[in-house]
């Protein structure tokens, strides 16, 4: 298991749209992708930067969305596989080729597999 598919059946268990890698199409009115766009590891601990877009009808409800997401990924150090997760931005990210409202979250997370 990577730490990409972790973070997405994880979102996916607990939030109430469609949480998936890519974005799907065709494209649902509201989902979240999860990318893994960047790693490191320091005295043998991993660290990965995690980007979850947050996708929706209306800018209000992509930040809404987004904001649920920030909600539900405050969870996931509750899992033992997950010592820490920091929120690093959360910004309007709107996507100009669909015209569709994003928001995007960036985390740090250190995990233990």
């Given at each position: ?59 209000s409800e992509a930040m809404a969305l987004g904001e649920a997401v920030k909600q539900t990924m405050a ?39």
């Amino acid at each position: 298991m990577t730490i990409e598919s972790f973070v997405l059946d994880y979102l996916a268990a607990e939030l109430h749209v469609p949480v998936t890698g890519n974005v799907p199409s065709p494209m649902p009115a509201s989902f979240v992708t999860v990318e893994q766009t960047g790693s490191s590891v320091s005295n043998h601990i991993p660290r990965a930067e995690i980007a979850i877009e947050s996708w929706a009808p209306t800018r209000s409800e992509a930040m809404a969305l987004g904001e649920a997401v920030k909600q539900t990924m405050a969870g996931i150090t509750e899992h033992w596989e997950v010592s820490s997760c920091r929120l690093r931005t959360f910004y309007n990210d709107s996507d100009t080729e669909t015209k569709t409202a994003r928001y995007l979250s960036v985390f740090e997370i250190i995990y233990l597999f």
